[in-house]
């Protein structure tokens, strides 16, 4: 190679356009980095302030204050807490059992994902598979309506429409008691709302599954419905199941329409009929209310938000999970 | 898709074919050796919304022969291919005209059901499209949603064999198709097309994303296949369609049929000047 060449390579490699790129590569890089910074500390400020205060629930001083070396005083055992059946701050003889409070929102995750999960599956294989472009040029955008109404309409819808107009007539003909603030109601509103969230996750895992394997399927004499279950299904299984776990998440964390719809009287119990109180509806009731900050009663919001953020950590954990083990195989 | 049950109103079973004589055929018959014919193909016209991707096809496909479609690239080899089997029903827009003849049957009539086709009519891809999912499980999958599971493993080893990739998979039939390498996800994916023992099997470029070794051991296996199937296969490969082919069509850009006949008087002698040039390589 001539030196001429050589310079001139070496100016193209470290001269001013080289090194104005990598500047603005580093500005740019940066700037990513604090934004994402910026919602890591946003958790981590959550997840501290809820130990700090749930830590008063319990012991009757906040962490920092007791590392600070103020006298704690138990106040509620973490075992009681988690192990007590009965759940009831306002009592002359308060009990802070949060198990009613599971209960509700169990009940009412599991309801609503009897809903929300086969409806939205097949929601989903229909729209991949089945839809005409028409048809799916309607139906997708209906879904993102339905998935941006806000919660609180959803919780009126309830109350005003599905307990009067269909819950109660058609139990009550079947000879069940139906109050006018009921699980049964949070489990349908929930349901449906989570709906969008079940089919549009999984349509995109099933639309990403390659045309190539739909042929070989059709070309070996597949019909549509054996290639939606036999092929489409078990390639974008971790997509689905990621739905799944999503939908799970945010029915454990929906709060305004199982607010109104379920009501506020925690119980175990798992007669869908009944008014009931889940951790999220607790919260806003507590919120809300008269108690002062600090007291016993108040500081249960921390404690039980805290047990709720846990739960929600945990799904993602396994959301993350599922995801590696059944990472879609094709490539 | 429809989902009717129709079976393919074939009279004919396998091996007794209808003889093809001059009489029957006025339209487009230009071979006049008596010859068994599987696929016939009258005045067919494909679009694709509004373009017409392929034009007034005629062509006698014989019966367990090779067949082999060249010409340029966007002439219409992949969309005729599809015709056969009606895999073009899967494409949103496409539209087919004229008839394809399958023993005699119109596959367009509407009493046929394409499932019941593509049972009869296989296919291979020009890109291998193994299952997620084993070896056996490959190849016995059309076994299996054609209820042919009797005898399963034997019918999985034969056609293995037939794709001659059973000794290279033998011992492991229970990993996944796609630890293969290319060529024998390939050979795997013809060992699943054969595997239910359809009748004519259709391959677009099968060969083309191989190298020479895997490539020859296709075009192997092509020949072998031709004692029992009628092939249909596209290629870019000149030389391939010369060395493994009984007939060749060539198609030229617009999607016309330019010259249909023995392969060898097609490579030696062919009677279009355009199909000349396109041989020896002046144009396309
Ligand atoms: N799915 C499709 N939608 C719209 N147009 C298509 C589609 N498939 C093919 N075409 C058009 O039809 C014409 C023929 O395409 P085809 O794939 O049959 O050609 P080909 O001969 O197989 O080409 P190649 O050798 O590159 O595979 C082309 O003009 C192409 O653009
Ligand atoms: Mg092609």
Redesign the interface.
């Known amino acids: 190679m001539s030196t001429g060449k050589k310079d001139e390579t070496e100016a193209a490699l470290t001269g001013e356009v080289a090194r104005g790129d990598r500047r603005k590569q580093y500005v740019v890089t940066r700037v990513l980095q604090g934004c994402a910074a910026v919602t890591i500390a946003t958790t981590l400020a959550i997840f501290a302030v809820l130990i700090d205060n749930a830590f008063s629930f319990f012991y009757g001083q906040r962490l920092h204050e007791a590392i600070l070396g103020a006298t704690l005083e138990s106040r509620v055992g973490v075992v009681e807490f988690l192990t007590g059946t009965r759940w009831a701050p306002y009592h002359a003889f308060p009990d802070y059992g949060v198990l009613p409070l599971l209960n509700g929102t169990l009940l009412i995750t599991v309801g609503a994902a009897f809903i929300s999960i086969p409806i939205g599956t097949a929601t989903a294989i229909y729209l991949s598979e089945y839809a005409s472009e028409r048809v799916r040029g309607v139906l997708k955008p209906t879904l993102e309506v339905l998935a941006g109404i806000p919660t609180i309409v959803y919780g009126f819808f309830a109350i005003s429409f599905i307990t009067p107009v269909f819950i109660r007539p058609v139990f009550e003909t079947l000879g069940f008691s139906v109050s006018f603030y009921n699980a049964f109601a949070g489990m349908v509103v929930v349901g449906i709302m989570t709906i969008p969230m079940v089919s549009s996750i999984s349509e995109d895992a099933m639309s990403a599954v390659p045309d190539d394997l739909r042929n070989a399927a059709y070309g070996l004499g597949a019909t549509k419905q054996e290639v939606s279950t036999q092929v489409v299904l078990p390639a974008s299984i971790s997509g689905i199941l990621a739905s799944y776990i999503l939908a799970v998440s945010r029915a454990i964390g929906e709060t305004m329409a199982v607010t109104l719809a379920a009501g506020h009287r925690s119980q175990m119990t798992l007669n869908p009929f009944v008014e009931i109180q889940t951790m999220t509806a607790y919260m806003v009731q507590m919120a809300r209310g008269e108690a002062a900050m600090g007291t016993v009663e108040y500081q249960s919001l921390f404690a039980v938000g805290l047990l709720l953020f846990v739960i929600t950590l945990s799904m993602n954990l396994l959301n993350d999970w599922v995801k590696r083990r059944y990472r879609e195989v094709y490539r | 898709?429809s989902?009717k049950t129709v079976e393919i109103d074939v009279e004919n079973e396998r091996g007794e074919t209808q003889e093809q004589d001059e009489t029957r055929d006025g339209a487009g018959g230009n071979e006049t050796t008596r010859e068994e014919v599987a696929v016939e193909t009258r005045n067919l016209n494909v679009w694709y919304g509004e373009d017409r991707a392929i034009r007034d096809i005629n062509m006698k496909v014989p019966e367990k022969k090779v067949t082999a479609l060249i010409g340029p690239s966007g002439c219409g080899k992949s969309t005729f291919l599809r015709c056969i089997?009606r895999?073009n029903d899967?494409i949103?827009g496409a539209r087919v005209e004229g008839e394809v003849l399958f023993h005699g049957k119109n596959v367009y009539d509407d009493d046929v059901d394409p499932?019941?086709?593509?049972?009869r009519i296989?296919?291979v891809?020009q890109?291998p499209?193994?299952?997620?999912k084993s070896i056996r499980d490959n190849v016995a999958?059309?076994l299996k949603?054609?209820g042919k599971t009797d005898s399963l493993d034997e019918r999985v080893e034969t056609a293995l064999r037939q794709a001659a990739l059973w000794d290279e998979v033998s011992d492991q039939l229970d990993g996944?198709g796609?630890d293969l390498s290319g060529g024998q996800q390939q050979r795997l994916?013809i060992a699943?097309?054969i595997a239910?023992d359809p009748e004519v099997i259709l391959m677009d470029e099968p060969a083309s994303a191989l190298d020479p070794v895997a490539t020859s051991k296709i075009e192997d296996l092509i020949d072998d296949l031709s004692r029992d199937y009628t092939v249909v296969i596209v290629t870019h490969n000149m030389q391939q369609a010369a060395r493994i082919s009984d007939k060749t069509a060539v198609f030229l850009t617009g999607g016309e049929l330019v010259e249909f006949g023995d392969t060898e008087k097609i490579f030696e002698n062919p009677e279009s000047q355009k199909v000349e040039d396109y041989i020896t390589g002046k144009f396309g």
Do not use: T, W
């Open positions: 898709m989902e089997n895999m899967q949103d499932v019941a086709l593509r049972r296989g296919m891809f890109k499209n193994p299952f997620p999958y059309g949603i054609q996944s796609l994916c699943r097309a239910p």
